[in-house]
C-alpha cells in the first residue's frame, strides 16, 4: 500500500459540486476583490467564533504581522514566541519590525507559561501563543502574566481553527486571533488566504485599513498599508469550507482517536490533550527515540509521514543574527529530533489508518 501525507483531492472529491458551483458564482458575477463573497465569510467566521469582528487578509503571515503593525508593534519591540513552530510566526513578528524572544514548550508542544516571566524585559511588548498541531496553549496563565505585565497576546491560530479551551474557541482569548487557510489547514481554500478575528472594533478597522493599501475610502491613504487581500473565489471556497468543518473535525477526531488506542508500540510517545481543551488534529505528531530510522522504516513500507519541525526557529539559518546556541531552548530541541507527524486528512481510509497502524506496531 501507497499512503501519501496529504491527499486533498479526496477532500474536494467530497464536496465536488459545491465547490465547483461556488466558484463558478463567483467567475460569472464579475467581481473579484472585495466583494460580497468576502463579506459573507467574514461575517459567518466572525459568527462560528462568537466575535464581532473577522477580517479577511491574503494569508496566515500576514494576519500575523498585520496584527502586530495594527497593535502598534514594531521595531525596537520585543514579542515572546515559542521555538517549536511554523517559521511564519516567528517571520510575522521580524516582517513587522520587532524581534522574536524564542520560549520553550510543555509536553502538549505549547509554550511553556512558566518560562515567560523570566523572558519578560522592558522591551517585551506582546506574547504570541501559537496553539500548535490543533489544541490551544495554558491560556488562563499567559493572560494572567499578560495581564500582570500590560502585555499584548496574539493568538496564532493557523493549526487550531473551532479548537477551544474551558470551551473559548481559539483567537477569542488574547487581543486578536491569526488564521491561516492554506490548503492543507483544517478550513481551507484553493490557494492562500487568512483572517484575524477580534473583539476589539478598532483594533479590526486598522487590519481592514493596512489589508487595503492602508485607506478606508479608496485614494484616501491614512497609512502605509499593503495589499493582502482574501479574493473572492476563495472567499466563496472557504464558505464550503467552513459549512463541513464540523464533520471534517469529527472525522480527524476519529482518526487521532484510534491512533491514541491502536498504536501500542512502546517506543512511541503518542499526544496528550490538555483536560482544558478540545483538540482539533491538524497534526498527530507521535515522538520516538529511533525518529530517522522508523521514518525510514514507514517510507519502505509506503507510509508518508512529516516531520513537524526538524530545525527550531531559534536555529534556523536565518536567525543566526540572534545567535542563540544549541541547547539554549532544550525541549524543543528534543523534540525536532524526536517527532514525526502521521497522515490524517480528510478522506483517509479506515484501511488505510489500520495500515499506518500495524507498521507503527511492527517496529
Ligand atoms: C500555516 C501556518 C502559518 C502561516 O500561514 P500561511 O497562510 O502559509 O501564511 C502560520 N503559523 C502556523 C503555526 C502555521 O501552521
Not at 502574566?145 to 496574539?154: E, P, R, S, T
Not at 486578536?176 to 488566504?193: E, L, M, Q, R, V
Not at 476519529?254 to 512511541?268: F, K, S
Request: hydrophobic share 40%; aromatic share 10%; charged share 20%.
Amino acid at each position: 500500500m501507497k499512503i501519501d501525507f496529504t491527499v486533498l483531492e479526496r477532500q474536494y472529491k467530497k464536496y465536488q459540486t459545491e465547490y465547483e458551483e461556488s466558484a463558478l458564482r463567483v467567475l460569472r458575477s464579475g467581481w473579484y476583490i472585495l466583494g460580497k463573497e468576502l463579506s459573507s465569510f467574514e461575517s459567518q467566521f466572525a459568527q462560528i467564533n462568537g466575535v464581532n469582528n473577522c477580517v479577511g487578509v491574503g494569508n496566515g503571515l500576514d494576519a500575523l504581522s498585520l496584527s502586530l503593525t495594527a497593535l502598534g508593534i514594531g521595531k525596537g519591540d520585543e514579542v515572546i514566541v515559542q521555538a517549536n513552530t511554523f517559521i511564519a510566526s516567528a517571520l510575522a513578528i521580524t516582517v513587522s519590525g520587532a524581534t522574536p524572544v524564542f520560549a520553550d514548550v510543555d509536553s502538549y508542544y505549547t509554550i511553556d507559561s512558566e518560562s515567560i516571566k523570566a523572558m519578560i524585559t522592558s522591551k517585551t511588548k506582546a506574547i504570541m501563543v501559537v496553539h500548535l498541531y490543533g489544541q490551544m496553549c495554558d491560556m488562563d496563565a499567559i493572560m494572567s502574566i499578560a495581564k500582570q505585565y500590560g502585555l499584548y497576546v496574539i493568538e496564532d491560530c493557523a493549526q487550531a481553527h473551532l479548537a477551544t479551551y474551558r470551551n473559548k474557541m481559539a483567537g477569542t482569548i488574547g487581543d486578536i486571533g491569526c488564521f491561516s487557510f492554506y490548503p492543507t489547514k483544517t478550513i481551507s481554500a484553493f490557494g492562500d488566504a487568512g483572517a484575524v478575528i477580534t473583539s476589539n472594533d478598532e483594533l479590526a478597522e486598522r487590519v481592514r485599513m493596512l489589508r487595503n493599501y492602508g485607506s478606508h475610502v479608496k485614494y484616501v491613504h491614512e497609512t502605509t498599508g499593503t495589499n493582502s487581500r482574501l479574493d473572492e473565489i476563495q472567499a466563496a471556497m472557504l464558505q464550503v469550507s467552513l459549512k463541513h468543518a464540523a464533520e471534517n473535525n469529527k472525522e480527524r477526531k476519529d482518526i487521532a482517536n484510534r491512533y491514541l488506542h491502536e498504536i501500542t508500540n512502546p517506543q512511541i510517545i503518542l499526544p496528550t490533550i490538555r483536560p482544558e481543551n478540545l483538540h482539533v488534529w491538524y497534526v498527530f505528531a507521535i515522538r520516538c527515540k529511533k525518529r530517522d530510522s522508523l521514518v525510514q522504516y514507514l517510507v519502505e513500507q509506503g507510509i508518508h509521514v512529516q516531520i513537524h519541525y526538524p530545525i527550531p526557529c531559534h536555529l534556523a539559518p536565518c536567525y543566526k543574527e540572534f545567535d542563540y546556541k544549541k541547547g539554549t531552548i532544550p525541549v524543543s530541541e528534543t523534540y525536532a529530533n524526536e517527532v514525526l507527524s502521521l497522515p490524517i486528512f480528510i478522506g483517509l481510509t479506515e484501511k488505510e489508518v489500520q495500515y499506518i497502524i500495524n507498521a507503527i506496531n511492527l517496529f
